[in-house]
């Protein structure tokens, strides 16, 4: 079983994202965290700010092995989720960097690997945002390449990605 952690958060901290709308005072809104807790990342959970109407941003932290996704709303509200990730292992390293999703695979395969990879979000040729159905290894470096997570999220956000488009969608990748 999963822990799920509801955190009221207060005021909206400096723009992480170059080119986000300015941010907002309090939202006063909830922010849902799953998966194993880490007291580090939990204590400094933010509201980011919006990336725009009709837009969707996403950031991999691989330090922090988390995913923090917010979409923008025309009426100026954000739906923001943070994810426990498992990004790539030393020696196949998931690519640091910023970029657009090359295509979308609800059911995909991989033809490397012979291993299921529901609701891929290509991005950078070969490498995917997806679910990683035996989710017992997130949290830690453990893919090659590719950022796992939760299918059920990995469905959350390859919808929010197909309901936004492609060129709308930015998935960043640090450190």
Not at 48 to 71: F, K, N, W, Y
Not at 87 to 110: A, C, M, N, Q, W
Request: net charge positive.
């Amino acid at each position: 079983m999963r822990n799920v952690k509801r955190w009221i958060v207060g005021s909206v901290g400096a723009a992480l994202l170059a080119g986000c709308q300015p941010a907002s005072e309090s939202t006063g809104e909830s922010v849902v965290i799953r998966g194993p807790e880490k007291p580090p990342y939990a204590g400094r959970v933010q509201p980011l700010p919006s990336p725009g109407a009709g837009r969707l941003v996403a950031i991999v932290d691989i330090s922090d092995q988390r995913m923090t996704v917010v979409r923008g709303f025309a009426d100026g509200t954000t739906e923001q989720h943070h994810w426990v990730v498992s990004t790539g292992i030393e020696r196949k390293p998931t690519p640091l960097g910023s970029y657009y999703p090359d295509f979308l695979s609800p059911r995909h395969v991989s033809s490397i690997y012979n291993v299921p990879m529901p609701w891929s979000v290509f991005f950078n040729g070969n490498i995917a945002i997806h679910g990683d159905p035996d989710a017992r290894m997130l949290g830690v470096r453990a893919s090659h390449g590719c950022v796992r997570v939760h299918p059920l999220e990995a469905e959350i956000f390859y919808r929010m990605v197909e309901d936004v488009g492609k060129r709308n969608t930015t998935i960043i990748v640090r450190e």
